[in-house]
């Protein structure tokens, strides 16, 4: 869960030095834009750039957004995931947005689509094995003097693009290290099954039976 309200200013940075930097150097751009009384108008940017320090918008990460601008937490997320272009999880190291707008789609795009998927072995949606990449069909790129256009990594723009270019740009990608992805996290705890009313309901190491559940008067 993430913190809300007052309670996200406790909240602690989830950048190294290094994406702190950027991340610092980005907030100040962004924030200046704006009167004093209006910084928290810069949210949608900020979370730009806590998304390209970490390729994804984590939960710390959403929080510590909402601390620095002073809006909760809980407001912060319902911004991120009302806009499609922020990742609540993790993609490949390389991200591939086929823009599926009335000009791409009338020059193609679907065909590129569908090559990128067989040749990654993924439907739009999903990331490689390996995770080196996740193919998305995306809304329009503006770029529609130059479709189908194509957006890898949320920066660099590939237009005019046929199956048969995507295809050369899918191998020259694959020697390209990408960018590194914030883990995601960690897995919740199966809770135990209790087959029987004799079973302890805590499930921690200090779990015990108790007399109660025992069926015993007798205390232990």
């Given amino acids: 869960m993430i913190a809300r309200g007052p309670e996200a200013a406790a909240v602690p940075s989830p950048f190294t030095p290094d994406e702190q930097r950027r991340f610092d150097e980005g907030f100040e751009w962004a924030v200046g834009k704006y ?6 108008s ?16 984590t939960e710390p990460a959403m929080a510590y957004v909402g601390a620095r601008l002073q809006i ?13 272009m922020y990742r609540l999880k993790p993609v490949g190291r390389h991200h591939i947005g086929v ?3 009335v000009s ?27 995770g080196l990449f996740s193919l998305e069909e995306v809304a329009c790129l503006a770029a529609c003097g130059g479709a ?14 046929t199956p ?5 740009l899918i191998m020259e990608l ?42 015993s008067t007798e205390p232990k």
């Fill in 148 to 161: 189908p256009a194509v957006l890898v990594n949320n920066f660099t723009y590939f237009e005019n693009v």
């Fill in 42 to 57: 810069a949210l949608l940017a900020v979370l730009h750039l806590a998304q390209d320090q970490l390729g994804w918008l």
């Fill in 164 to 168: 048969d270019s995507m295809g050369r």
């Fill in 99 to 101: 823009c599926n707008s």
């Fill in 35 to 40: 009167p004093p009384e209006r910084r928290k």
């Fill in 72 to 84: 909760p937490a809980v407001r912060v997320r319902e911004v991120a995931t009302f806009y499609t």
């Fill in 174 to 215: 694959r020697d390209q290290p990408g960018q590194e992805m914030a883990k995601g996290p960690e897995p919740r705890r199966t809770m135990q099954v209790i087959e029987s009313q004799s079973q302890p309901q805590a499930t921690g190491p200090e779990a015990g039976t108790t007399a109660a559940e025992s069926g």
């Fill in 104 to 130: 791409c789609w009338a020059m193609g795009s679907e065909r590129v689509l569908h090559s990128c998927e067989e040749r990654l072995g993924i439907k739009k949606g999903h990331t490689t094995k390996d």
